[in-house]
């Protein structure tokens, strides 16, 4: 994770930059899951927001990078 951070920091492009956000957010969201399952927490909607929100703004940025409009 902290690899894709310096990555974000550091990336000579969007997408690359992209990729490292779409990386942290779904190891992010990974580890809540684990920590829901393993603690009995019951914040799984939260992550599924995560991951949800994390996929829809890299379809999004994507979307904008090749076509250059949002809709």
Same mark, same amino acid.
């Given at each position: ?31 809540? @899951? =684990?920590?829901? +399952?393993? $603690? %009995? ?9 995560? @991951? =949800?929100?994390? +996929?829809? $703004? %890299? ?13």
């Amino acid at each position: 994770m902290f690899i894709a951070f310096i990555r974000f920091v550091k990336g000579p492009s969007l997408p690359d930059r992209l990729l490292a956000v779409d990386t942290v957010t779904l190891t992010l969201a990974g580890m809540f @899951a =684990v920590l829901a +399952i393993k $603690s %009995s927490f019951e914040f799984f909607i939260a992550v599924l927001i995560l @991951a =949800v929100v994390g +996929i829809i $703004s %890299s379809v999004t940025v994507a979307k904008y990078l090749v076509k250059g409009k949002l809709l």
